[in-house]
C-alpha cells in the first residue's frame, strides 16, 4: 500500500511539473508572440512611405494598446510625431523606444530622423547619437558606391564636428575620400579636414597640406578657388595676430622705458618685438601674394571678389607699417 501511494504521489509531482512546464512554455509561446505580425507592420510602413503621418499614429497607436512595450512601435511613433512637427511627442516615444531596446536594427534611414536624434543628444557616446549614426549608416549602406553615399557620410562627419568628436569626424572624412565614388565630396572633405586641423585642433601645417591636395588634384574651378582663398586668409590672420603682439610689445616698451628694475624684461621685450614685427610682414607679403593669384586666376568668380576684399582689410590692417 505504502508504495501504491509512493508511486501515485510520484505520478501526481510528474503532472504537476508538466502543467507548469506547459504553462511555462506558454507564457513564453504568448511573449514571443506578443509583437505586430509582418502585415501590421508592413501596413504602417505603407502609411509612412506615403506620408499619412496621421493614420500611421493612429494605427501605431492601436498597436501600442495591443502589444504593450513594444520598442519598435514606440520608435515609429517617435518618426511620425518628428514629421508631424510634434517634436516633444516625437522625443518622448523615442525616448522609450530606446530604453526598451537600446541596440534597436530595424531603423529607418532618415537624414531628419538622424539630425533630430543628434542634435538630442548630449555626445557622440550617448544612445541618442549611436542611433542617428545608424539611421545615417543605413543609407550608406543602401547606396554603396553611389555619390549620395559619400554625401551622407560627409554629412555624418559634421554631427561628429558638432559634438566635438574631431577624431571620430577626421575618419568619416577620410572614408569619403578613400571609398567609391570620386566625387565634388572628396574635395569637400579634404578642405573640412583643413578646417578641423587648422580651427580645432591647432596644427595649421595638416590643414594646409588639406587645402593645397584641393588646389593640386582638383584643377582650377571654384573648390580651388576657395581652397586657395581659405589659405590666404589663414596667412593674413598670422599676419594680424603678430602685427598685435607687436604693438602690444611696443607699448610695453613705451610705459617702462627708462626703468632700471624692468632692464632684463625690456630686453627680451625689445627682440620679442623685432622678431614679431618681421614676421608680420612676411606672413602679409606672403597673404597679399596668395590674394593677388586667386584674382588673377579666378576671373568673374565669387572667390574673386573675396579675395579682393581681405586684400583691402590687410592694406587697412597694416596702413601704419
Known sequence: ????????????????FLKVTFLFIVSIFLFCCS?????????????LNSRQYNSAISKLNELNNKYSD????????????????DYNKALKNLQVALELKSNLRWVIG???????????????????????????????DENRGKELADEIRYHLAVLFLIKKDYESS???????INEDPKSIFDAKAHMKIGDIYINFLDNPEKGI????????????NEISAEASLRIAIFLKKRALMYKERYESLKRFLE???????????????????FDDLNRAKEFRLKAESSLKNIIKDYPDNIFQKRAKNELLEIKKGFNEM
Open 35 to 47: 509583437k505586430p505580425s509582418k502585415e501590421e507592420l508592413q501596413n504602417v510602413a505603407n502609411l
Open 170 to 176: 577626421i575618419k568619416e572624412l577620410q572614408n569619403v
Open 255 to 273: 610705459n617702462w622705458k627708462g626703468i632700471k628694475e624692468m632692464a632684463q624684461d625690456i630686453k627680451l621685450a625689445e627682440l620679442q618685438s
Open 110 to 140: 532618415d537624414t531628419t530622423l538622424a539630425n533630430f536624434l543628434a542634435g538630442n543628444s548630449t555626445d557622440s557616446k550617448d544612445i541618442f547619437f549611436k542611433t542617428a549614426v545608424k539611421e545615417l549608416e543605413k543609407i550608406i
Open 1 to 16: 500500500m505504502r508504495e501504491e501511494l509512493r508511486d501515485l504521489y510520484f505520478v501526481m509531482q510528474k503532472s504537476s
Open 70 to 85: 513594444n520598442a519598435r512601435v514606440y520608435y515609429y511613433l517617435g518618426y511620425s510625431y518628428l514629421n508631424r512637427k
Open 209 to 220: 597640406e588639406e587645402y593645397r591636395k584641393v588646389i593640386n588634384e582638383y584643377g582650377k
